[in-house]
């Protein structure tokens, strides 16, 4: 990667982290996902009796590796690293569609397109560049939203139950391996949509089916149909990443100045 790639790069997230509109946009979905709904799901947890009925039936359901032990921590551990992990991975697809979406469109809008098909890059180069400012934005934010789940959901656990819960594997596969496998497919899509669309809002729109598949987790994981296991996790990484090798070669390879002129 030369400097001139990297100016573009730079160029792209300053552009975004400036843009007050785009900025919030980026951080709300994280905040609701890691902080504010974890909080409210405690905070039932504080005051609705464990010891019920129905709640003894739903321990019950629990998978066997977290079972035993004082309920309340159960119910707890059962959120941190059976719902969180799926509800995870709604945050790289989220916040790369958010600077992808505005890669291409967002240059024509500003009337800088023509500046930057004159520098001396070729129109691959520029295209990888937007792709890694895209994911570079999209890791640190997933990144940074996990480290303040786990710093609010472990304060909070301890005032509650005295006692700290690890996060297992999941995590690690999930941060190393299917959000940024997640969030390249997302980006290639999505600048690639870019290039061709009028608006920021139309090459959003794009990223949308890309929730789909994700949404389906979340309702297996809180209808006990699937719960996501390591292997799970691993599986759909190595899919992910190999579809993520795929579509950006394809995508570089049909990505031509006609096309994204004549838009």
């Not at 994280?30 to 003894?56: A, H, Q, S, W």
């Not at 790369?96 to 180069?125: D, N």
């Not at 934010?141 to 005032?159: D, I, W």
């Not at 690890?166 to 596969?173: A, C, E, G, T």
Request: net charge positive; charged share 15%.
């Amino acid at each position: 990667m030369n400097h001139q790639m990297t100016a573009i790069i730079k160029k792209d997230i300053r552009g975004i982290t400036s843009n007050k509109r785009m900025l919030t946009t980026l951080l709300v979905v994280p905040i609701v996902l890691t902080i504010f709904l974890p909080t409210v799901y405690i905070v039932i947890l504080r005051f609705v009796p464990t010891e019920g009925e129905d709640m003894l039936k739903l321990l019950k359901m629990l998978p066997l590796s977290i079972q035993g032990g004082e309920s309340t921590q159960n119910l707890i551990r059962l959120m941190l690293n059976y719902i969180l992990p799926v509800f995870f991975l709604l945050i790289p697809i989220m916040a790369s569609s958010v600077m992808a979406a505005a890669s291409f469109v967002g240059e024509k809008e500003k009337r800088t397109l023509e500046t930057l098909l004159y520098c001396p890059l070729s129109l691959k180069q520029i295209f990888r560049s937007k792709v890694m400012a895209s994911f570079l934005l999209s890791m640190f934010v997933s990144a940074v939203s996990f480290a303040a789940m786990l710093l609010v959901l472990e304060t909070e656990t301890y005032l509650i139950t005295g006692t700290f819960l690890l996060p297992d594997i999941k995590w690690l596969l999930i941060l190393l391996l299917v959000a940024p496998s997640i969030s390249m497919i997302s980006i290639t899509l999505t600048v690639r949509v870019s290039a061709k669309a009028q608006s920021v809002e139309d090459a959003q729109q794009g990223a949308v089916f890309l929730l789909m598949p994700v949404l389906l987790l979340i309702i297996g994981q809180f209808t006990g149909v699937l719960l996501v296991s390591a292997w799970i996790l691993l599986a759909l990484g190595a899919v992910c990443a190999l579809l993520a090798a795929l579509l950006l070669k394809r995508a570089i390879g049909r990505f031509q100045y006609e096309a994204l002129l004549k838009s």
